[in-house]
Nanobody, 121 residues
Framework: VQLQASGGGLVQAGSSLRLSCVVSGRALSSLATAWFRQGQGKEREFVAAVSRSGDGHFAESMKGRVTISRDIAKNTVYLQMNSLKPEDTAIYYC????????????????WGQGTLVTVSS
């Protein structure tokens, strides 16, 4: 299973950004796919995930500002982020596992390379 994240960039506070994660080697319906982020000097933290059946899961701190969706035909998961803040600056990683969604990054078997999101004030 391979994951390719993209969509990061430099944006101003208050902007929106959509990240994409293209998954190859296994159907999305057999994977829980998650987004994590890691800011400089910080621990990797859970952002959102979509289960094998398509249910969304969100970190409490992100609820109301992010949505997660997937396109089964394209085997791609999207993370839509709105009202971005400077503290959202981080490398965003997509990850997958064959079991249920959990917010623990150590439980994910497959990882993409990350995409950098920088939010300026």
């Amino acid at each position: 299973v391979q994951l390719q994240a993209s969509g990061g960039g430099l944006v101003q506070a208050g902007s929106s950004l959509r990240l994409s994660c293209v998954v190859s080697g296994r159907a999305l319906s057999s994977l829980a796919t998650a987004w994590f982020r890691q800011g400089q000097g910080k621990e990797r933290e859970f952002v959102a995930a979509v289960s094998r059946s398509g249910d969304g899961h969100f970190a409490e701190s992100m609820k109301g500002r992010v949505t997660i969706s997937r396109d089964i035909a394209k085997n791609t998961v999207y993370l839509q982020m709105n009202s971005l803040k400077p503290e959202d600056t981080a490398i965003y990683y997509c990850a997958a596992r064959t079991l249920a969604v959990v917010p623990n990054s150590r439980s994910y078997d497959y990882w993409g390379q990350g995409t950098l999101v920088t939010v300026s004030s």
